[in-house]
């Protein structure tokens, strides 16, 4: 293969799948698409379906699980006499290969000189497919039917002819059928982008040389990822983290990874997780695979996306596990869980690549939505607002405060835009203190809202970490766990299950109040250099208990500057004080301190 | 609102600008020439336009970082220009960019209603890169210099929590204790009732006269807390600093004996008087690269060319934007560094890290990959000897000939084609490459990115990327241009007559511009038509007035208003052109208009106007040059011939750009030497030289 064709042709075929991306993201009715970029469009190999390349633009989350469906769908062509140009296939069954039912898959085959040369996919987050809560987050949902309406792998093309009875009876059980319609014709029409890109390569080169580069980009990428799996030292490394509740049933879930890495090959074995939950908390078999590369890319981020990154690795998912959701189970709940998995990873590979490896991120995705009828405006509103929280720490720095989920891109609402759209007010909006996880380098902290309710507010919330704590690595400790906590009538009150509520009824003058994880940490926090100690007190980052127990740190104040206090560390007694501390772990035996041990993951 | 006061001001300012207006063209009469200069990180680049007949003189000089007026005053005086006969300087700089990005501005404070301090830190929830959780953030005012104040506005303005007067006080004193220099002031829904903000201001004014304090809403007057309270603590933080600036510039060209018009390029294209620098240096970060596209707009509208991309090529990244029927793109939010938005209009110029700097490398599946990892200039190309040992596309450049070893722009000495070989050379072997087909290469898989680019861009609107002209510039822009527009399928690409200074170029042709806006946030059918039109005379009134104060004279004033509208529900906006007095159905159809054009089709939903814009323009007399006559095309003598390689070694004929003027012609391959760039026309390719100077390359 000619190393300049090679490269140049991986720079045009990535190109393709960007343009795809973007031409959606312009063209796109619904926000979710056109603002948070809550699609994917990819390039698959014809034969087995195998990503080629996919689009730069899209979320994280359908990083590979793109490349099953299409996969599953190809399968399916077979079953029922091959593709035929102009066809174009349609789903969002979970159970299939998708996410949840809001993402929509679409996938067109590519002909050229009359043989299929490619298939072209596009994946895009519908804003309401039915079901029984308007945008679909449905913490009670025991079935995929109350998530809204199901779509098998059907033709909504056929040989170039629109399926229009289909269509119609699709968007008769959507809330929103313009939008939907749009969005949809939308996605069918960048499949004439990817077509015309790859018609304008072949009349560059030739239909064989595409082909050919189309396998050695696959088999490239493949050495490469084995050339990072090298990197890990091998082993079998196990670890375990848990979830709160299924938001039915309360009682905890375990998510349970061993890692082992052999010379060139990682494989995955979820063994020990917990069987599929009553609740929406259940993931697709492909979108957890799925999810250990999206864990692997943030650890590497320079690993293409392409099949041949996928290779050199192995699942053991469970049958009947919240890993592997089977009909008729509710997903709803599946970015909690993608969350998790991404947890895990980081919790294997930082016992044997502490370096490169962060500390857990803050872990769910805890959508708050607020829905009702605007009094002033006299129309149905839905606010969604996606948790943020902090980072984990890594080697090289603290953890980011206020970050958003590692599978997603999504930003929080401004609160001023918030106030004119939905009849609340925002009491407060802060950096929330002492909830990063202590270390060498501390985990970012999370944040605090607290919304009031102007008129009738109908408030579901749907996260987790509050019974299990994001943890922190190579002897960094635990971020502060979520909370959530209501105000009605007068009265304050925690959810039954915490981190998971469906319709709390608000009326004027009631509220709801969110205070996010914070990221753990990573390092011993008796080793963090005391100037940093006394930025993060001066700053307010932690408290001057924390700074005591948790860093082994004397803090003297020494001024008051309005309210606040400012302090200085003492070089000399916090020495003292942490030889003090560190004597005393001997003598337990302990290598963690003792503080939210209880918290922490169990580690094996 | 006090609109009447306003308004009233506006017109006593008026009668002021009458008598300015009449000492501005007697000064005219006498001086005519102008200069324009950028001051970027490496090089100060002058443009000198005699107004006399004479052609423009150009000139590259090192820059001064340390005190960037010194290097401006070294460039006036190497180019041997007199004081007495410049009109105006016009000047572009990068020293509000650099003071952000070295967090060198402002040790500032800033304040806010209570509960909302950390606003400025948390963001909107992001991070740095889609992949990898590594990296962290440093807010420009860190949490113990934010405070906040009690009180609190509705988003209609009303006052829920009134403001305490006693606590501001008290909060000056601990101010005054924290010794700031700056405060921003930034309380929630300001821009629907500025009147807290201003209180708040006037209390600590009244505490401490020399604090620099900067309202939100008088930078943004637009909804978005973050972003607004971002852009107020950007120009707090820049301030005092570039009010420095503007007055040290202002003595150095004093003791030059100059004591005409000063002026300054900001971001949105437009330029600002120097008096007014401290008030608007949130508007002059990246002024430097806005200029470029100005005057890459200019001069295609001039050559016929409807729609251009621009494409700025320097050592380290590739600065692309789009022009749209002689417009420049203006992007509404920039974001400066993570996490640290700038809500002012600027032209919308997109950098990828792609440069004569970049670096070749083999990656780990073997394959070959070039930047986004720069040489930087320490240590530069391998080929200038400087310690550098990995190739760049500069080596490739030079081991393909198509830069002149022995002819480098901006050094004083050769350049070492040995070294850059056998760079090559080290990473041909892992390919399977011989040297020149390994530079080859490089330069295939850099251009391929670039226009990969500029594809993207055309897209991005909607439009079909082989509609559009390539103007190249910078010092690498030329080089490879011909491989952009041949494989975008561009037709012409235009060399503009001084490509390496275009940016000093375009701060003397600009206008004075005003941009200014203010958030409505209300339905179509709740909008009162008179309440849009008071809002828009306002916002010409504030332009007109900040025009006319400034101590410019100006050949007129354009107006030009806007809303940023969208159907009920979307969180996007598009652009309306609207004026004043017009009804709720005529916006409506402006809207529907403009949506259905960029969308492909009007929805059934009601629309929304989010907010009102006003951009107002002080002209000034044009100032570029005049079309040639071309008679017969001409064919010009070729300077020398030397084998270049495109494919293969190719003897190749080599002219210098000052011998070919208006109506020159010859065919690819070809190398043209600029005082200032190399440009290259491949095989195949024919150019030619317009009427007004400009070397145009055409794929045949």
């Not at chain 1, 940490?521 to 948790?550: F, K, V």
């Not at chain 2, 060399?495 to 005003?514: F, K, Q, S, T």
Request: proline letters at 6%.
């Amino acid at each position: 293969m000619d190393p300049v064709t090679l490269a140049v042709m991986r720079g045009a075929l990535e190109q393709i799948a960007d343009e795809m991306d973007l031409h959606l993201i312009h063209a796109a009715i619904s926000p979710i698409i056109s603002e948070t970029n809550d699609c994917a469009h990819g390039i698959f190999h014809p034969d087995n379906g195998e990503t080629v390349a996919q689009g730069r633009y899209g979320l994280p989350v359908f990083l590979a699980n793109m490349q099953f469906t299409t996969q599953n769908v190809l399968a399916e062509a077979r079953r029922s006499g091959g593709f035929r140009p102009g066809d174009i296939w349609m789903l969002n069954d979970p159970y299939f290969g998708g996410t949840h039912v809001q993402d929509m898959q679409l996938v067109a085959p590519v002909f050229i000189e009359g043989e299929l040369f490619a298939l072209l996919a596009s994946t895009g987050h519908l804003m309401d497919v039915g079901g029984s809560v308007p945008g679909g987050w449905a913490p009670r949902a025991e079935e995929i039917h109350q998530e809204g309406v199901l779509v098998p792998p059907i033709k909504l093309y056929d040989g170039g002819r629109l399926n229009a009875e289909v269509l119609r009876m699709f968007t008769a059980n959507v809330r929103l059928p313009e939008q939907i319609t749009g969005d949809l014709a939308a996605m069918a029409n960048v499949f004439s982008v990817g077509q015309r890109g790859l018609e304008t390569l072949v009349a560059r080169y030739d239909a064989a040389t595409v082909r050919a580069c189309m396998d050695e980009m696959i088999r490239r990428s493949e050495t490469e990822m084995k050339s990072y799996i090298r990197e890990i030292p091998k082993g079998r490394y196990v670890f375990e983290d848990h979830f709160d509740n299924d938001g039915i049933v309360d009682a905890p879930m375990t998510m349970r990874l061993a890692l082992s890495v052999s010379e060139d090959h990682l494989e995955f074995d979820f063994t020990g997780t917990s069987p599929a939950s009553r609740g929406p908390m259940n993931l697709s078999r492909n979108t957890a695979i799925s999810s250990c590369y999206v864990a692997l890319k943030h650890v590497f981020p320079e690993v293409p996306v392409n099949g041949g990154a996928f290779r050199p690795t192995e699942f053991r998912i469970p049958e009947g596990s919240i890993l592997a959701a089977e009909y008729p189970t509710a997903v709803g709940g599946y970015l909690e869980i993608v969350g998790r998995l991404i947890d895990v990873i980081f919790g294997a590979l930082a016992q044997a690549i502490p370096e490169r490896v962060p500390a857990a991120p803050f872990g769910t995705t805890g959508v708050i939505t607020a829905s009702g009828m605007h009094p002033e405006l006299r129309s149905y509103f839905v606010g969604v607002f996606p948790y943020p929280g902090g980072y984990g720490a890594t080697r090289g720095s603290d953890g980011l405060v206020h970050g958003n989920t590692p599978q997603s891109m999504a930003n929080f609402m401004s609160i001023e835009m918030s106030e004119h759209r939905f009849p609340i007010r925002f009491e407060h909006f802060s950096l929330r203190e002492d909830s990063g996880g202590p270390g060498t380098r501390r985990g970012g902290c999370g944040s605090s809202y607290r919304l009031r309710a102007l008129s009738d507010v109908t408030v579901s919330v749907l996260g987790d970490r509050v019974d299990h704590c994001p943890f922190g690595i190579a002897g960094g400790e635990s971020a502060a766990p979520n909370r959530v906590e209501f105000g009605t009538g007068g009265e304050s009150w925690i959810p039954p299950l915490r981190s998971k509520y469906e319709r709390a009824q608000l009326h004027d003058g009631d509220w709801v109040a969110a205070a996010s994880p914070g990221g753990g940490g990573y390092g011993d926090p008796l080793e963090r250099e005391i100037e940093l100690i006394e930025e993060d007190l001066n700053l307010g980052y932690i408290s001057p208990e924390t700074a005591t127990t948790r860093y082994g740190a004397v803090a003297i104040e020494i001024d008051r500057l309005g309210d606040r206090r400012v302090y200085r560390v003492d070089e000399e007694q916090t020495a003292q004080r942490r030889e003090a501390l560190r004597n005393a772990r001997e003598g337990d035996g302990a290598a963690v301190p003792a503080a939210r041990k209880d918290a922490m993951p169990h580690v094996r | 609102m006090n609109l009447p006061l306003r308004l009233a001001r506006s017109r006593a300012t008026g009668r002021l600008s009458a008598r300015s207006q009449q000492a501005w063209n007697e000064r005219a009469r006498r001086m005519s020439g102008l200069v324009g200069i950028d001051v970027g990180g490496t090089f100060t680049d002058l443009y000198h336009a005699p107004g006399d007949g004479t052609p423009p003189r150009i000139l590259k000089v090192p820059s001064t970082p340390d005190d960037p007026s010194r290097g401006l005053i070294e460039a006036l005086d190497a180019a041997g220009i007199a004081p007495d006969g410049v009109a105006a300087i016009l000047h572009g700089t990068t020293i509000a960019t650099n003071a952000v990005i070295e967090r060198r501005g402002a040790h500032m404070a800033l304040v806010t209603t209570r509960g909302f301090r950390d606003v400025l830190e948390l963001g909107r929830r992001d991070r740095p890169q889609m992949y990898g959780l590594s990296g962290n953030h440093r807010p420009l005012v860190p949490r113990d210099r934010r405070w906040e104040v009690t009180e609190r506005l509705s988003h209609k303005g009303e006052v829920l929590v009134p403001l305490d007067d006693a606590e501001v006080a008290a909060l000056a004193e601990v101010l005054k204790r924290q010794n700031v220099e700056a405060v921003a002031v930034s309380l929630l829904h300001a821009y629907a009732n500025p009147a807290h903000e201003q209180r708040v201001r006037a209390i600590l004014l009244e505490a401490c006269p020399d604090w620099h304090v900067v309202t939100s809403t008088q930078v943004v007057r637009e909804y978005y807390e973050f972003e607004r309270t971002s852009t107020a603590v950007v120009q707090g933080y820049l301030q005092p600093l570039i009010g420095r600036y503007a007055r040290r510039l202002g003595e150095r060209l004093g003791e030059w004996g100059f004591g005409a018009d000063i002026l300054v390029m900001q971001s949105n294209g437009g330029l600002v008087p120097v008096a007014q620098l401290a008030d608007r240096a949130a508007s002059i970060v990246r002024s430097g690269p806005a200029a470029g596209v100005m005057a890459a707009a200019r001069i295609a509208s001039a050559a016929g060319f409807r729609h251009v991309i621009t494409g700025d090529m320097g050592g380290t990244s590739f600065d692309v934007a789009v022009v749209l029927d002689g417009s420049p793109d203006v992007a509404e939010t920039t974001n400066l560094d993570f996490r640290m938005p700038l809500r002012v209009p600027m032209i919308d110029v997109h950098t990828i890290g792609a440069g004569g700097g970049s670096i070749a490398h083999v990656n780990r599946g073997g394959m070959l990959e070039v930047g986004p990892r720069s040489a930087g200039s320490m240590p530069g190309p391998v080929a200038y000897g400087q310690g550098g040992t990995e190739p760049t596309v500069t080596d490739a450049n030079i081991v393909l000939a198509r830069i002149n070893p022995d002819r480098p722009i901006g050094r004083g000495h050769g350049l070492q084609l040995e070294l850059a070989r056998d760079s090559m050379r080290r990473i041909g072997d892992r390919l399977g490459l011989g040297v020149e087909q390994t530079a080859e290469a490089v330069l295939a898989v850099i251009n391929q990115r670039m226009a990969g680019r500029m594809r993207l861009l055309s897209i991005e609107r909607g439009l079909d990327p082989r509609d559009f002209a390539l103007v190249a510039f910078g010092g690498a822009g030329p080089l490879h241009g011909a491989a952009l527009i041949r494989e975008v399928g561009v037709q012409t690409m235009l060399v503009p007559p001084h490509p390496g200074v275009l940016c000093a170029m375009g701060c003397v042709i600009a206008e004075l511009r005003h941009d200014l806006s203010q958030t409505l946030e209300k339905g179509l059918e709740a909008m009162d038509a008179g309440d849009v039109a008071a809002i828009l005379a306002a916002q010409a009134a504030e332009g007109r007035e900040r025009i006319l104060t400034g101590g410019i004279a100006v050949d007129g004033i354009a107006v030009e208003h806007t809303a940023d509208m969208a159907y009920r529900g979307q969180i996007h906006t598009v652009r309306v052109p609207i004026e004043p007095g017009w009804p709720a159905d005529r916006i409506g159809a402006a809207f529907r208009e403009v949506y259905g054009a960029k969308y492909g089709r009007p929805l059934d939903v009601p629309g929304r106007i989010v907010n009102l814009r006003t951009s107002v323009a002080g002209l000034r007399a044009p100032a570029t040059g005049t079309a040639a006559d071309i008679g017969e095309a001409w064919h010009p003598v070729e300077a020398a011939r030397r084998p270049v390689h495109f494919g293969g070694w190719v003897e190749t004929r080599v002219y210098d750009r000052a011998a070919l003027g208006p109506g020159a012609a010859f065919d690819g391959p070809a190398i043209v030497e600029h005082v200032d760039t190399t440009t290259v026309i491949e095989p195949g390719m024919r150019a030619r030289v317009d009427a007004w100077n400009n070397l145009l390359v055409e794929c045949a």
